[in-house]
Each structure stands twice: as C-alpha cells, then as structure tokens.
C-alpha cells in the first residue's frame, strides 16, 4: 500500500522528509481527536501514550497551523534546491540576474559545483536527468541552460490524487470503524479479464455506462423514497457509494 502511494506522491513532488512531517502531524492530530477531555481540551499526556512523541512536540504541532501541501526548503527534492540555488547564488548568475548556461561534464563543471552546494550528495548525473526529464533545463554540446529565470511552481499540490482522496478515506473508514466481519458486506470486487487491448477499451467503457447508470438510478429512486420529515439542519448521516474502476496490471492484481 505504501509503495503504490508513495510512486503517486513522489511524482507530486513530494520527498520522504516531506512525508515524514506530514505523516508525524497527522498522527498527533488523529490521537487528539481521540483524547479530548469533558471540557473540549486534548488531554496531552494521552497523545503522547498513544503516539510516543514528547508533549512540547505534541504542544508545538497542535498550536501550530496544518501544514499545506506546498514544500518548503528543508523538504525540497534535490533538483529543486538546485534550481532554486542557479537562480539566487551570484556564482551562477550573470551580472543582469540571470542564471548563466553552466559547463557540464567532467569533475570540475560548472553544475558539478552547483549540484554539490545544493544537491546533497547526489551525483551530479542523476539530478541532470531529473532535470532533462522534466524539460527544466535543454542542453547544448557541452553547456546546460535553465529554461526559465523563474522559480518553477511547487509541485506540492495533489493534483490527480486529489480525485481518489475521498474514495480512500471512505475505505479507511470502513476498515477503522467496522467490525473486521462486517467488512465483506461493504466492500465488493469485481475482476474483468481481456484478451487485447480493444477488448480491454470496450469493457471499461461498457463498465463506465453501467455504473453511471447505476448511481443515477440510485439517487433518483432513494431520493424519492425518503419520507422523513425536513429538517432544519442538515441531517447527521451519510451513506456514500463510491466505485472505483482501475486498469491493472495482471501480473501485479
């Protein structure tokens, strides 16, 4: 599970520190939802039980805003601390500001140096590939030029992922709050096997009609059948019926 999520998060942007603080604040603030007190404050002896961390941790965290998506310097990825460094270090801008076309190859390059003040100890190699791979830079003969003079937009947003969060909290609901028995009657799968790749269009799409179909059909006839009286507030419960449809790789389902 972890794999398949952080291959989803890596392409975003974000990197394992990143992920790491993400991951510690959401743990305290899931064990402060479960130990609150009769008269509304967390109890922070009790999250730090629950969650091993010492209480000033606890404390800060809880004080302190949610984290957004967007990443800051300390959780950069490696190529992005070397463009932001090509951009603002004086040794790799030209006397107008703008970042300067570097030598690149053998020991003493130009963006050998800039990759080693601001790439860690990543080859130089790897983080020009990452670079050629997200058109960052273009290269000619034996000098690499950055394509912009700008800050690239933090990546940091979910982008695609965002579309499926509510399918998996859904799922992470059902697994959290129902008895481990009651789960078969929740959760259903259905494998469709195709012989080529036109077979495999025509099942999707065939599945796509029947399930909009379903849904429509679902909320029009229930919609219809509630008789209980108007409320002024909105109700307290919700039933949510979520179908995902994925192609799969057979030799990894």
């Not at 993400?22 to 002896?45: I, K």
């Not at 290269?139 to 950055?146: H, P």
Request: hydrophobic fraction near 35%; glycine fraction near 8%; charged fraction near 25%.
């Amino acid at each position: 599970m972890l794999v398949e999520l952080t291959s989803a998060l890596l392409s975003r942007g974000i990197t394992p520190k990143k992920f790491s603080k993400l991951a510690r604040e959401a743990f305290v603030r899931a064990a402060a939802s479960r130990s609150r007190l009769r008269n509304g404050r967390v109890n922070h002896s009790k999250v730090a039980a629950l969650t091993g961390l010492a209480r000033k941790d606890i404390r800060r965290i809880l004080n302190s805003p949610t984290t957004g998506p967007q990443s800051d310097r300390a959780t950069r990825s490696p190529s992005e601390r070397v463009i932001h460094g090509w951009l603002t270090d004086r040794r790799f801008i030209s006397e107008e500001g703008h970042p300067r076309p570097l030598s690149v190859g053998g020991k003493r390059s130009a963006f050998g140096r800039l990759v080693k003040t601001y790439g860690g100890d990543i080859s130089p190699r790897a983080v020009l590939e990452e670079l050629m791979h997200s058109q960052a830079v273009r290269k000619t003969g034996e000098r690499l030029q950055l394509r912009s003079s700008k800050l690239p937009p933090s990546r940091g947003g979910l982008g695609p992922l965002s579309r499926v969060i509510p399918a998996l909290v859904d799922g992470l609901r059902i697994a959290s709050c129902e008895q481990p028995g009651a789960m078969g009657s929740l959760l259903y799968r259905l494998k469709l096997h195709a012989n080529s790749e036109a077979e495999r269009v025509l099942i999707r799409e065939r599945c796509m009609s029947s399930v909009q179909s379903l849904l429509y059909g679902l909320k029009e006839s229930l919609a219809h059948q509630v008789t209980t009286p108007a409320r002024k507030r909105p109700p307290r419960h919700l039933l949510s019926v979520t179908v995902l449809l994925a192609d799969v790789d057979s030799s990894r389902s």
